[in-house]
């Protein structure tokens, strides 16, 4: 018989026994005699026998008469008890699989949290400092750049810049190509290092934002 360390020994003798029970391999009337040779099959003392006894017996599973012995009393008991032993173990078993869970959960989160702070304390530490960054120039009426293409202007090769999009009006064209237009108004969106916004300035005759 295979033994758990989670309940006592005389309540596993007691699920053994009745799971028999419940099997039809003892029968309703049955005599169950014998104390010494159960206490050898189990390995167990006579006492630990008969506390298993006991308790088929509060159940309602056997009858201890006296003179007589154990009596089998019900299987229909053995049944529900079987069922409910079992039930008992299988949620028993999902709890502790569910506290594993929540604590692996809850080690996760705080790993995510972690990341999430040390990803804002580089943010703040080194934004100021990124190589490159977008600004923005608007079109002004006397600007030399007013219409004139991209590409007429040479803005990548004069500035070292590029210019990832522009706003006209409530349009707004990501990545223009060096055909478009640039029109009085118009915002371009630029990508550049610092160094390179005088260039840019001195091309759109606009100063950087």
């Known amino acids: 018989m295979k033994q758990s360390n989670q309940s006592p020994i005389y309540t596993q003798i007691a699920f053994d026994l009745a799971a028999q029970i419940a099997a039809g391999e003892l029968r309703e009337g049955e005599r169950i ?35 007589v012995g154990s009596v089998v009393l019900s299987r229909k008991r053995a049944v529900e008890y079987v069922q409910e032993h079992q039930t008992s173990r299988d949620l028993h078993a999902l709890k502790a699989k569910l506290r594993e869970k929540v604590a692996q959960r809850d080690a996760l989160n705080r790993e995510i949290d972690q990341l999430f702070t040390e990803i804002g304390d580089l943010w703040e530490r080194f934004r100021s400092s990124d190589r490159s960054r977008t600004y923005e120039f608007t079109i002004q009426p006397d600007s030399p750049a007013a219409g004139e293409t991209i590409g ?14 522009i706003r006209k009006g409530e349009d707004v064209f990501l990545s223009p190509g060096p055909s478009v237009r640039l029109d009085v108004g118009d915002v371009l969106v630029v990508a550049c290092e610092m160094s390179h916004l005088a260039q840019v300035s001195e091309l759109l005759e606009e100063s950087g934002t």
């Open 33 to 67: 005699s014998g104390r010494s040779l159960m206490g050898s099959r189990y390995a167990v003392s006579p006492e630990t026998i008969r506390r298993a006894m006991g308790h088929l017996s509060d159940l309602g599973i056997l009858s201890i008469q006296p003179k």
């Open 152 to 165: 007429g202007l040479a803005f990548r090769q004069k500035t070292g810049a590029t210019v990832v999009a």
